[in-house]
């Protein structure tokens, strides 16, 4: 597998080899899902949404529905006004969604459609909404695509008000439902009134009923979005993504916002749960503080088969990032962490805190690919890999343990229902840690080394 | 329930309550904008069917997105190279969409000859290119005369056309990349394959048959297939095309240049791969590879039929849906189903043609309910109207069988075993028969 990777690196300026990353629009379908009621639209050729859909469903074993403007010829060059018309028009006497979430694609950016007025010029059904995000892929990527959709909600609903609730904004970033789960478990824990928005818990993780629900019951409400122009803060977990749609909200709204890494591992989860503390004024629960205390007893229990071993993680920026905090925490060196978005924080966050955990001869590399981590390890090797499924190649041709995490995984199961934030989160990814290497060890030891034990 | 039905897709729908004759039958046209079409788009049809070559360097001149979406996602096996398993692109940025992306593919090119043992690269124009007009054909020239390689251009914008647009053009790439190794005064021998891509090896499956029978293999279009083996495929004496909506153009092409004949053929049931094999026996007209396919054939028959003897009172009397790509997929679906004692109540497919959807008529009862490009809103409908059991689909299909509490089989990209050929009907029918019988049903009833 892969015999074709160079062991030799070589400067490439113009070719990409297996990317760490997705094109914009299939993070604002996926931020859509994540809005009750709502039908994302996509704007462009039928294919787009088609692949969106496949990518989805194949990460999360659930359907993933979303409608197309079917762009052809006439289109690409008249422009897709009349297509967008149509297609509004269909989606509301069919699917009959409270809300249509129209994001652009590579071809209606580049032809210039202007969804602004071809929004205004649509005759929507009484009570119900069309709203837009401009999510051209040659500018960023699924992450960036997830941001501008939340923006885009943002823009067209969230109300000014000088009367504030007292309810907290939890911006999750792009997580798994399981993650928004544990995230809301959290915060109910400490007794704080909250919108989580985007929340695709309760839609991509919907029970099976034995029956097809279009618009299973999960999903943040429009009333809900609507109402973020007067909660008390904003909580924006993850930077990289939810920074950008916190800074809307606040010039739209004057809401303001704390942006927090995403709540992996132990510092992390104790910064999301103390600032929730400091915003609603109540203590950390009981319960709360017997879960950390566990995952310290945990880490303690294990930490002699993954102290100072060696990791590459890879995948999306916040995710990477609170992946990375964690195995700093318990003792490991990320060696390589890498991520195909391109964004200059992530280098420096990843920077900072290899010098907080005193490691060296780390490196964060942004806007890169797994061909490139695939050299930098047949250079110096590691002991683990912790990413998506891409990494499966790499994992195979170094014989490297690979502990899945992030998006997408598509070769699992059960793993988006189940969270890699707060301490069980973290729990769950120290058992995942910590099984790979032994069943490694197990796999490798000669007999006279086999041990029942350890 | 009774979701209701577009009025522009009642054209695309055959009933007992709405039938519109087999001549008015709408297929082969664009998707309704705004309906949740389960299709996808020219660059995919393209994709993949070049996808299996395994040597090849599939290059998508574009931004990420196709490139990431497209990656190894065929589940195509090879028993040579892998590099068909790598995602190669160019990723363009915003300065290549207003300067124009040309260089950077030509830059692109260059930077993977330089580094590797290039022969053959196909280079895919994605929506925007097509919009921007980068010239990728003189990209490609430039780049075959500067390596003396083979640069292929595959103009596959997904506004272009329907995935069976992108089909062709895959035909035409390979035309490309095969017609200068044809010779008049070379003696015919063997067949190529067309239309099958090795998915969970059946390619090997069938060419195993062929090697039984006493019939060479020359070439294979494009399961496991390679630059070597491609170009040899002008030598055959005869083409035989199973996935009829993906290749049957090539064969076209092949027969008008070389004068190579074709006919359809399915390895999908019992019935349809004796069928195909003694065909070609025929048609190869050597008296002891008749001899060899009737004995063969019969031998396999008998035992396929004692298993399926076996699984007939676990099946008889359930009820099949079928959404596929491609009508004679769907076609050997309900041979195989009838097989089965199963009877197939709704039955659809992304591209079916005309000429399809006529068989499909013929070959189902009366209240059998046909769609085209169907919706997933659709199908709920109509599976829940005709009490359907199982369902037959892709990727996108089996969540929402399974929402449903039907029985699902992947007969797409996903099939978890081989499903062509005596083998094949082996695996469908156990994978049917532990899907429709799960015990995990009898808790999603009782809830």
């Known amino acids: ?454 | 329930m009774g979701t209701a039905v577009l009025e522009e897709r009642k054209q695309s729908i055959i009933t007992r309550d709405f039938a519109c004759s087999g001549e008015g039958f709408g297929c082969e046209r664009a998707s309704v904008a705004g309906s949740v079409s389960q299709r996808a788009c020219v660059y995919c049809g393209a994709r993949v069917v070049l996808n299996p070559i395994t040597d090849a360097f599939h290059i998508v001149h574009g931004p990420i997105g196709c490139a990431s979406y497209t990656w190894d996602i065929r589940g195509s096996l090879s028993s040579g190279s892998d590099l068909y398993r790598n995602s190669f692109s160019t990723d363009l940025r915003e300065k290549d969409i207003i300067f124009g992306g040309a260089e950077k593919l030509a830059r692109a090119i260059d930077e993977i000859v330089q580094e590797k043992d290039a022969r053959l690269i196909f280079v895919y124009a994605t929506c925007i290119v097509g919009v921007i007009g980068d010239d990728i054909e003189a990209v490609c020239r430039d780049a075959e005369e500067k390596y003396h390689i083979r640069v292929i251009p595959v103009k596959a914008p997904g506004f272009s056309g329907t995935k069976s647009q992108g089909y062709k053009l895959a035909c035409e790439a390979m035309m490309q990349l095969i017609r200068p190794h044809y010779k008049e005064q070379e003696k015919p021998q063997g067949v190529n394959i067309l239309g099958d891509f090795n998915l969970a090896g059946e390619m090997w499956i069938i060419k195993n048959y062929f090697h039984k029978i006493g019939v060479p293999v020359v070439s294979t279009f494009t399961g496991d297939a390679s630059y070597d083996s491609l170009i040899r495929a002008p030598q055959a004496a005869l083409n035989i095309v199973q996935c009829a909506g993906s290749s049957v153009y090539l064969a076209k092409c092949m027969e008008e240049e070389f004068g190579i004949p074709y006919f359809k053929v399915s390895f999908f049931g019992v019935e349809d791969t004796t069928n195909s094999l003694l065909r070609v026996a025929h048609a190869i007209g050597r008296p002891e590879v008749i001899c060899r396919a009737e004995q063969f054939t019969a031998v396999e028959k008998m035992k396929a039929e004692h298993f399926l003897a076996q699984y007939r009172p676990h099946l008889a009397g359930r009820r099949a849906a079928i959404y596929v790509g491609g009508g004679f997929k769907a076609i050997s679906l309900i041979r195989q189903f009838a097989e089965m004692g199963i009877r197939t109540v709704v039955v659809g497919t992304q591209t079916g043609s005309k000429d399809d959807y006529e068989v499909i008529r013929h070959l189902t009862e009366d209240d059998t309910v046909i769609l085209d490009d169907t919706n997933p809103a659709e199908l709920e409908r109509f599976m829940r109207e005709m009490r359907a059991d199982i369902l037959v689909g892709g990727v996108k299909e089996r969540p929402l069988a399974y929402k449903l509490g039907i029985a699902f089989c992947d007969h797409n990209h996903e099939r978890k075993h081989a499903l062509g050929g005596y083998e094949g009907v082996v695996n469908f029918t156990q994978e049917i028969n532990l899907s429709l019988n799960s015990p995990v049903w009898k808790y999603l009833r009782g809830a």
Do not use: W
């Open chain 1, 1 to 454: 597998m892969l015999e074709a990777t160079p062991k030799e690196i070589k400067t490439r300026k113009a070719l990409r080899v297996n990317p760490c990353k997705t094109c914009e629009p299939v993070g604002a379908l996926y931020a859509a899902l994540g809005v009750h009621r709502c039908m994302p639209h996509s704007h462009g050729s039928q294919g787009c949404c088609s692949y969106h859909r496949t990518f989805l469903s194949r990460h999360f074993k659930e359907p993933a529905i979303a409608t197309t403007s079917s762009f052809t010829e006439g289109a690409s060059v008249f422009g897709g006004g009349s297509n967008l018309k149509t297609a509004v028009k269909n989606i509301f006497d069919i699917y009959n969604p409270d809300i249509i979430a129209v994001h652009t694609t590579c071809l209606s950016e580049t032809i210039g459609d202007d969804l602004n007025s071809y929004i205004e010029s649509i005759d929507i059904p009484e009570g119900k909404v069309v709203v837009h995000a401009n999510t051209p892929s040659y500018a960023g990527s699924h992450i960036v695509g997830f941001g501008n959709m939340m923006s885009g909600f943002i823009k067209y609903l969230a109300e000014k008000s000088q009367a504030k609730t007292d309810q907290i904004a939890i911006f999750p970033g792009f997580v798994n439902p399981g993650d928004m789960r544990e995230l809301k478990r959290l915060a109910k824990q400490m007794q704080v009134h909250y919108i989580m928005f985007p929340d695709t818990s309760g839609v991509l993780d919907a029970p099976n009923k034995g029956h097809y629900e279009m618009y299973p019951q999960g999903g943040t409400t429009v009333a809900e979005i609507r109402g973020l122009g007067a909660v008390k803060r904003v909580l924006a977990l993850g930077e990289v993504t939810c920074t950008p749609p916190a800074m809307v909200l606040q010039a739209k709204c004057g809401v303001n916002f704390t942006a927090l890494p995403l709540p992996i591992g132990i510092e992390a989860t104790d910064q999301y749960l103390m600032e929730l503390s400091r915003l609603v004024n109540t203590e950390v629960s009981d319960s709360l503080t017997e879960e950390r205390g566990q995952l310290v007893d945990v880490i303690l229990d294990a930490q002699q088969n993954f102290a100072k071993k060696t990791v590459a993680i890879y995948g999306d920026p916040d995710i990477v990032l609170g992946l990375t905090a964690f195995v700093l925490e318990m003792g490991m060196i990320p060696k390589y962490i890498l991520t195909g978005t391109k964004s200059d924080l992530f280098s420096k966050r990843g920077e900072a805190l290899f010098a907080k955990f005193g490691v060296s001869g780390c490196q964060a590399l942004n806007n890169e690919d797994l061909f490139t981590l695939h050299q930098l390890i047949k250079n110096d090797g590691v002991d683990l890999m912790i990413g998506t499924t891409h990494g499966k190649y790499i994992a195979r041709a170094e014989d490297i343990p690979l502990v899945r995490a992030g998006f997408p995984v598509l070769d699992r199961y059960v793993h988006s229902y189940m969270p890699l934030v707060g301490y069980r989160g973290a729990m769950r990814l120290l058992e995942m840690i910590c099984n790979a290497l032994l069943d490694r060890r197990d796999r490798d030891a000669a007999d006279e080394d086999f041990e029942l034990v350890m």
